[in-house]
Structures are given as structure tokens and as C-alpha cells.
């Protein structure tokens, strides 16, 4: 963004809904100038019709023979309930996608998080959907074909040996506080209660099918210093694991019960697995996507002192963070570790629908394009209920030798495979 460009952002920010009519207004004046020139630093290899989703987990198998992907029969508008997608794997071999194998259906899913589809381990893949009007997760094992259900929905997966975790919330208290990211199904989120004792983010064993609460929303709230009745609902969002496991990372949001809702309030939470302790991190009531490396370092999104920024918070010492590249990486962005001091990170469209792909080194802060490419119009997102943007998400494969990434530049949705 440019000066002018990241001054109206922190005005706005704060408030979705103005932010995406100031963006709509703005970029319109643009769309009467000729297409912006795509560039991309290897040629990519491209299939329509397809997309993944989020950015914090990798579609690739552990050998990089399958890449993950979900197949929408319809486009252009949120999906009603019971309207379910494809969910498959593309052959992978040397940045070339194969065939597409489908093997199920979702019915529990939206544009940005997908429905979940993740790998648990080298032969088997989770993903959310629902039965008899109920959400759940299924698990699909490639080797043996077998297939077994999980009586909830999930958000991220963690695996260890025998050790099969994965976080679960409210996907229906989502869908109330954040349009667009949830599900519509109802899943008892207590959307009538501001900070209900009883949900929060949850611990799934996928083993034993075993749910635990782990830190409770009436918690979060106390720990905040926030009343439970102070007229906002509260909820949580955007969970990972750390790479060993240790933590667990969320985003902690509330926004106001009455009024306009669409003002949202942020901390990026941690919570130790070792020790129980909940951490907030130093992120000034601001974040929106983040990653971990292998260093128990998490790169985040944030506003710091008015400024957008991608910030390295180290579990060691979360007070001594670093903002990596503010002079090009002044903007919200989608992180994926290449390693544990190179990662790529994405932009939003800009005035021209041009969205760019980065590569930025932690250690010496250089930043290098890698890819700069064209959203169009009809991709945008409408307005606040009406999620149907395509943002880029890039995620990168177990090798670091390539990145995914979803896009629109063809004029239809697709996943996009580029050699890095």
C-alpha cells in the first residue's frame, strides 16, 4: 500500500463493512484503466474449477505424489445448506497436476477455509461435512479405503506417532460473529450467550473420538479483563498447531452483540500444551493470519503502533518481536514457511485487482515478486455475508520447491502450482 492507501486502511479497518465499500468505491475508479501486466517467476501450472482454501496447511502428501483440492459446481455465491462440493486429490508429479480422483462430498464448507480438507498422516485426510442435518468431520484412510466419521467439526490436525489431535469451536457461532467463515448448521455454539463457560476452542483425540474443552470462551473473556456482559459475543477462530505440538495458536475475537457487529476486536492467543499456561501475544488488539516454523516462532499479520506489518513473535521471549520488511510488507497478508527463516506471503488485490506474491527472508529482511496476478471484478467480495473472493493463500510443498495457490485470472477459480 502506498501512504495515502495505508492511512485510509487504519481508519477503516477496524470496521469490514466500511473497509469493503471504500475498497469497492475505489478500485472502480481504477477498472476504467487497461488491465495490469501478470507476471509469474516460473510458468504455472493451472486447473479450473478447482480450489483448496486457507493458508496455514499444505495440500501436498508428505511425498509429494498427491495434492489436495476441492471441486465447486457452482461459483459467485455462498453455498446454501446441504450444498456440497467435491473433495479429491490430484495425481502430483514435478509441478505437474494429474488426474483428479474425487472421494467424497462436503457439505459443511465456504471459499476461504475450504471445508478443512488436510492430510492426518501419509495415507489419510480429514475434512468437515455434515450428516442428517448435523456437522461432523470425516476421515478417509487411501491405503485401506475405510472410512470413519468424527461426531464434530475440526480446524487444524496435529499427529505424532500414535498421537492424533485436531481443535474444534463453533462453526455455528462463527458463521453469527464472522459471515462467510462458519457453517450453517447449528452445532449448540450458545449464540444467545456472550461468553458461554461451556464452548471455546476444544480438543479433539481422533482416536478415541474424545472432546475436551480447553480454554472455555467465559475465560477468555475474564482473562481479557472483558465483562461477560458487556454486550459483545465472543468467540474463537483460526487454530494451529505448533510444529512439535506444543501450542496451540488462535485468534481470539468479540464483536458487538448489538449495534453494528461488524467491528471487530482481536488478540492472538497461545496456549501451552506443557505448562496450561494461555498466552496473549503483544499483537496491540490486532491480527488476522498467521504461521508457525519449526522454531516455535510465529509470523503474524498485525497492526503495530497504526501500521500494518508481518511480525515475528518467538515463544522464547514474545516481548522481542520483529517486523519483517515493513517498506514492502505493509500490508494483511497469507504466510507459509518455506523454512524456517524464508517464507512466501500474498497481497490482496490492489487498485488495479492485481494481487502479488512475495518471498522474504526473516534474517536479512529482503523480499523478492514472485508472482503478480489479476483478480477479476466479479470475484469480489459483495459485502460483509457475501464471502466469495478468491484470495491467493499460498501454501508450500514439504520440499519448499513449490507453492499452490488459488486464483480467479483465467475468469474462473482454479489452483495454481509454481516452481519456486
Known amino acids: 500500500m502506498n501512504k495515502i492507501e ?52 499444505t495440500p501436498w502428501s508428505g511425498d509429494e505424489t498427491k495434492l489436495l483440492a476441492c471441486h465447486n459446481e457452482f461459483d459467485l455465491r455462498m453455498p446454501n445448506r446441504d450444498e456440497g462440493l467435491h473433495v479429491g486429490y490430484f495425481d502430483f508429479n514435478e509441478g505437474k497436476m494429474g488426474e483428479y480422483h474425487k472421494l467424497d462430498r462436503s457439505y459443511a464448507w465456504n471459499y476461504h477455509k475450504g471445508c478443512r480438507l488436510q492430510w492426518v498422516d501419509n495415507n489419510s485426510l480429514i475434512f468437515n461435512t455434515s450428516q442428517d442435518g448435523r456437522v ?41 460473529c464472522m459471515p462467510g467463515y462458519g457453517y450453517p448448521y447449528e452445532d449448540n455454539g450458545m449464540t444467545d450467550i456472550d461468553a458461554p463457560k461451556d464452548t471455546g476452542l476444544f480438543l479433539i483425540d481422533l482416536c478415541t473420538m474424545e472432546r475436551t474443552l480447553a480454554v472455555s470462551l467465559k475465560d477468555l ?5 472483558q465483562s461477560v456482559n458487556d454486550g459483545f459475543i465472543h468467540f474463537v477462530t483460526h487454530s494451529e498447531f505448533s510444529k512439535n505440538g506444543r501450542y496451540i495458536s488462535f485468534l481470539y475475537r468479540r464483536v458487538p452483540r448489538n449495534g453494528n457487529y461488524m467491528k471487530r476486536w482481536t488478540r492472538i492467543m497461545v496456549l501451552d500444551r506443557m505448562t496450561n499456561e494461555l498466552i496473549t501475544l503483544p499483537s496491540q488488539e490486532s491480527g488476522s493470519h498467521y504461521v508457525w516454523n519449526n522454531a516455535d516462532q510465529l509470523l503474524a499479520s498485525c497492526i503495530i503502533d497504526g501500521k500494518s506489518c508481518h511480525v515475528l513473535f518467538d515463544m522464547d521471549n514474545i516481548d522481542n518481536y520483529k517486523i519483517i520488511a515493513s517498506d514492502v510488507l505493509n500490508s494483511d497478508g497469507h504466510q507459509s514457511f518455506v523454512s ?55 501454501r508450500i510443498s514439504p520440499s519448499g520447491r513449490f507453492v499452490s495457490f488459488d486464483s480467479p485470472s483465467t475468469g474462473k477459480r482454479g489452483i495454481y502450482v509454481m516452481k519456486i
Open 136 to 176: 461432523c468431520s470425516k476421515i478417509i484412510d487411501l491405503s485401506t479405503g475405510s472410512r470413519s466419521a468424527v461426531p464434530y467439526c475440526i480446524d487444524a490436525v496435529y499427529c505424532d506417532g500414535d498421537a492424533k489431535l485436531a481443535t474444534s469451536f463453533s462453526y455455528e457461532r462463527l458463521e453469527r
Open 6 to 57: 495505508s492511512a485510509v486502511y487504519g481508519l477503516v479497518r477496524k470496521n469490514p463493512a466500511v473497509k469493503q465499500f471504500v475498497r469497492n468505491c475505489y478500485q472502480s475508479v481504477f477498472d476504467l484503466l487497461p488491465k495490469g501486466k501478470e507476471y509469474f517467476r516460473a510458468l504455472p501450472d493451472i486447473k479450473e474449477g478447482f480450489f483448496f482454501g486457507f493458508h496455514d496447511v
Open 221 to 225: 473473556a475474564e482473562c481479557s479483563a
Open 340 to 394: 524456517d527463516t524464508l517464507f512466501v506471503t500474498d497481497t490482496y488485490p490492489d487498485r488495479r485487482r492485481m494481487s502479488c506474491l512475495y518471498s522474504a527472508d526473516i534474517t536479512s529482511g529482503n523480499t523478492e515478486l514472485i508472482a503478480k496476478i489479476y483478480s477479476p471484478k466479479r470475484f469480489q467480495t459483495k459485502d460483509f455475508k457475501c464471502h466469495i473472493a478468491c484470495d491467493l493463500h499460498p
